[in-house]
């Protein structure tokens, strides 16, 4: 079992100095066998694990030291500059990250319960099986990251802008992404059960296999959104643009779809018991899509209209 070792600032400071120096070296060719051990992951070099909690890290220039596996819960990194850190299956609950700069950190597997991310930095960063249960990232900035198999279920992501990143297989059950911005982004296999997307924008988005029963979608613009295979049993979307959206062979049970549907593909997709009370379909394609008229009455009222606008 690896021994957790205290790291102190005067450690720290001294190990920040000296990688700092063999990186330069390195890039210059100049690097001796006594600086390479400057190199080394803060883990390796101590010979267990780094035991950072509460520390004191306010607007250090920490650029590209590895902290993997370190410990960093409550510590204080407010304003500080991980650009480029590796913080692989590192401990951060509590931490203070505010103000931070993280871009292009990797935090694949990290613990991050609890963290204050308030206005940091953290674009371009790998998020893979890491845990933000229950965080608060509004203000974080968060654009071109990658969130695969991440747990953020019960986080605030309220107009966050998510653009340019992938969160397959990413769990966003009970979160709150109400104005959020997730044009473009991939997410294959995500979970959204019961989560809040209203007003949402998701134009081009890649909803392959998704889960989003009982899901908030109203007023949300899902233009252009291939939601394929998907599940969005009593999922709300009253108000929402589906303009050129696809819902191939998706669940729809009990959604309510009232909203203008023209333009929107539900081949081969189960519409069953959805709400459709006035709705236009328009150009609609209902290819194959499960609709049971005989058994649902605002459907057969939905399709009697179908066919008086295919006649005039």
């Known amino acids: 079992m690896t021994k957790t070792k205290t790291v102190t600032r005067e450690f720290l400071d001294t190990y920040v100095l000296a990688h700092r120096k063999a990186v330069r070296a390195k890039q210059k060719g100049t690097l001796t066998a006594a600086m390479e051990k400057a190199l080394l992951p803060l883990a390796e070099l101590i010979k267990g694990t780094p035991d950072l909690s509460g ?74 099986q890491a845990n933000f249960e229950g965080v608060d990232l509004r203000r974080a900035k968060l654009t071109n990251s990658r969130f695969h198999g991440t747990n953020l279920r019960e986080t605030k992501l309220n107009g966050v802008d998510l ?30 059960t019961a989560a809040t997307l209203k007003k949402t924008v998701l134009q081009g988005a890649l909803l392959k296999n998704a889960t989003a029963m009982g899901a908030d979608f109203n007023q949300a613009n899902l233009t252009g959104a291939q939601i394929l295979q998907a599940d969005l049993s009593s999922a ?26 023209s333009n929107a593909d539900f081949s081969h997709a189960d519409l069953t018991d959805a709400n459709v009370a006035g709705v236009n379909f328009g150009t609609a ?28």
């Not at 694949?108 to 953290?122: F, K, S, V």
């Not at 653009?163 to 709150?176: H, I, T, V, Y």
């Open 55 to 128: 520390a004191d890290l306010r607007e250090l220039d920490l650029q590209l030291i590895d902290f993997s596996g370190a410990d960093l819960s409550d510590a204080d990194m407010r304003g500080a500059n991980f650009s480029g850190a590796k913080l692989i299956g590192a401990k951060l609950s509590g931490a203070k990250l505010r103000r931070g700069v993280f871009k292009s950190a990797d935090f694949t597997g990290a613990l991050l319960h609890g963290i204050d991310a308030q206005d940091a930095e953290m674009t371009k960063c790998r998020f893979d």
């Open 285 to 312: 394609v209902l290819t194959g899509t499960v609709l049971e008229p005989d058994d649902d009455p605002k459907l057969m009222g939905a399709l009697k209209r179908i066919v008086r606008q295919k006649i005039s």
């Open 163 to 192: 653009r340019g990143g992938s969160a397959k297989k990413a769990d966003f059950s009970g979160a709150n992404l109400s104005e959020a911005n997730l044009s473009g982004v991939h997410l294959e296999d995500a979970k959204f």
């Open 236 to 261: 709300k979307l009253k108000g929402a643009v589906l303009e050129d959206a696809v819902f191939t062979s998706s669940k729809l049970k009990g959604a309510d779809l009232r909203t203008h549907l």
